[in-house]
């Protein structure tokens, strides 16, 4: 396992949500420092070429278009999930208001379209997540009304028809910014999130399955010298059936994670992963984390982290739009957005090995095939999606 690209000038998006589909990745929505998200505008939407490392923004339609109607507007904390060459948007808020609403985005027509749906639609939240198991798609947990989501629902894609969906056993305590993973043919694996204990922020660290085949919830009791701490706004993906996480932030600790975990999930058996290279992400929360290449590589894009560095700029305008939708910031709590993108190769071939050596070292290339020369501009130059934050000048 091993880091073998970083690249800046992505998308500096937080609260994003992306899947990806071939060898490209999807990025939808999320906000950027000091953008108006008061007003409802077309979302954003940029697609990754995992081949070549480079970002593209898919044109958004103008009010006269005829498309226009089509498109949801910009939100953040929703859920996306993929089947086919579909992409299934669910709620996400913005500044004003939050959403119910499904939306389903086409990779071939690149093209939004608005399903008529029926049945128990449930309520607008953000902070959820969404599964696809079979003919079904699972939203769970998140926010909603004011209160964590207590039910799961689920959306027949055939029918285009909304249920309740209720499960026997006990089920996890109810939680926002979790992630939920689809293990096997039936389970969906939940890990992490923020709850509340007598009106205080948790997080929990135990795990919980859904048995989507008998509808039943299980509490398996893992074990590992040293388990994760509890976290939300991670990521988490499906490797050989275990479970991987990345990154996210207890707010408790107040620490932001830049880690690697996988969880066996036939021994449930938690183990602590250092990948080897030396471009090794910041720590983060709020990003985006997608396999390419049958799960053998990770992307890892955008998100947040503590800020340090020199005074940022921005006007009056930019702060009102930035504390409007983020209610982690203060004076004394700088958080900055993240446009980098990095790569987390679980099975690198000795050709990615020496690319990632030459660039490490910086050794000469003059003389190396005009392919090699071309995949490590690739893996190294920056993209142009995003500029630099302004910098305050010092004395």
């Given amino acids: 396992m091993w880091w073998t690209v970083n690249n800046i000038g992505g998308p500096g998006r937080v609260n994003h949500a992306a899947v990806a589909i071939g060898d490209k990745i999807y990025s939808f929505g999320g906000y950027c420092t000091g953008e108006n998200y008061k007003d409802e505008k077309p979302i954003d939407v940029f697609i990754l070429n995992t081949n070549t490392y480079r970002w593209s923004a898919l044109p958004k339609p103008k009010p006269r278009d005829s498309t226009y109607s089509d498109w949801p507007v910009q939100r953040y904390g929703h859920s996306i999930s993929a089947r086919g060459d579909n992409i299934y948007l669910y709620g996400g808020r913005n500044a004003k208001k939050i959403w119910s609403a499904l939306y389903i985005f086409n990779v071939q027509s690149l093209t939004w379209s608005k399903p008529k749906v029926s049945g128990e639609i449930p309520m607008a939240r953000d902070g959820h997540t969404s599964t696809i198991i079979g003919d079904y798609l699972y939203i769970c947990g998140g926010f909603e009304n004011n209160d964590f989501s207590h039910f799961i629902s689920k959306l027949n894609l055939s029918t285009m028809t909304w249920s309740t969906a209720w499960a026997d056993g006990k089920a996890p305590q109810y939680r926002d910014f979790h992630s ?74 107040d620490v932001h994670y830049n880690d690697v975990w996988v969880l066996n999930t036939r021994t449930w058996v938690w183990k602590e992963v250092t990948p080897h290279g030396s471009c090794v992400p910041i720590p983060r929360r709020r990003h985006a984390m997608c396999q390419i290449d049958g799960g053998s590589r990770l992307f890892i894009f955008g998100g947040t982290s503590h800020y340090d560095g020199p ?85």
């Fill in 180 to 253: 939920a993973t689809k293990i096997g043919d039936n389970k969906i694996l939940i890990f992490g999130g923020r709850s509340e204990i007598n009106f205080h922020e948790s997080y929990p660290t135990d795990v919980h399955y859904l048995d989507t085949d008998t509808m039943t919830w299980h509490s398996p009791r893992v074990s590992g010298l040293v388990p994760p701490d509890g976290r939300r706004s991670h990521s988490a993906v499906n490797v050989n059936d275990d479970l991987l996480i990345f990154g996210g932030y207890n707010s408790e600790l």
């Fill in 311 to 395: 005074p940022l700029y921005f006007t009056q305008e930019q702060l009102s739009y930035f504390l409007a939708i983020d209610d982690d910031y203060s004076a004394d709590n700088m958080l900055i957005d993240l446009n980098d993108t990095y790569v987390l190769d679980l099975n690198p071939s000795l050709k990615t090995l020496c690319l990632s050596k030459v660039i490490e070292s910086d050794l000469p290339t003059e003389n190396l095939p005009l392919n090699i020369k071309q995949e490590l501009k690739w893996m190294t130059e920056p993209n142009n999606i995003s500029t630099p934050l302004r910098t305050l000048p010092l004395g």
